[in-house]
């Protein structure tokens, strides 16, 4: 699912802070919609967000992305492990990728050596797989480490109208995972 901006465009990869980039946005005043998805805008049916908010948009609208700056937030690997791990034992492991179910463990140490053993490199496919072949598009990558910065850099970039006292001041959002009681468990 892309963020749709005046004169951007924003990809939302899972467990990046895209949760918080779309509150920023839609605080100041800069969210204009979501882009459909690929399995939504083929079957020409309504999506609402954020029911496939990680699916890889629709590319065969050129005129959505054309003249746009578009924009995308990584992040390390083990916080995103982090992310994965602790929002699973939260809400069970059905709810995510066979990978996942496969690799479930109430322990984290023991989640990651399997998701490493059996699928190196996830993160990095979840990634290409969010993007599709936008990834070669992009104009800004920020770092979920510094998100407000890097989203006030892409934003400026972009040419994008708001007021970056906003952006400073929207709070955490999914942030479960860098609660105490959840790194003490990683």
């Known amino acids: 699912m892309a963020l749709l901006l005046p004169k951007s465009v ?5 467990k990046t802070g895209g949760m918080w980039v779309h509150r ?7 969210a204009k919609g979501e882009s459909l998805c690929n399995y939504h805008y083929k079957e020409g049916i309504p999506s609402r967000f954020p029911c496939c908010t990680h699916n890889i948009p629709e590319t065969n609208y050129k005129e959505l992305l054309e003249g746009k700056f578009l ?3 990584v992040r390390n690997p083990l916080t995103w492990y982090q992310s994965l791990w602790s929002y699973h034992i ?3 492991w059905e709810s995510g990728d066979t990978m996942y179910r496969k690799c479930a463990s109430d322990k984290f140490d023991v989640f990651v050596r399997s998701v490493l053993q059996e699928y190196g490199g996830v993160s990095s496919a979840r990634y290409k797989r969010c993007l599709g072949e936008n990834a070669e598009l992009l104009n800004v990558v920020g770092r979920f480490e510094n998100i407000t910065e890097d989203l006030i850099y892409a934003l400026e970039m972009a040419g994008e109208e708001f007021d970056s006292e906003i952006i400073h001041s929207n709070g955490p959002t999914n942030h479960t995972s860098r609660l105490p009681y959840w790194k003490e468990k990683c």
Not at 24 to 30: F, S
């Open 10 to 14: 924003f990809f939302h990869i899972p």
């Open 24 to 30: 920023a946005a839609q605080r100041a005043g800069l």
């Open 71 to 73: 924009f995308a937030f």
């Open 90 to 92: 939260r809400v069970g």
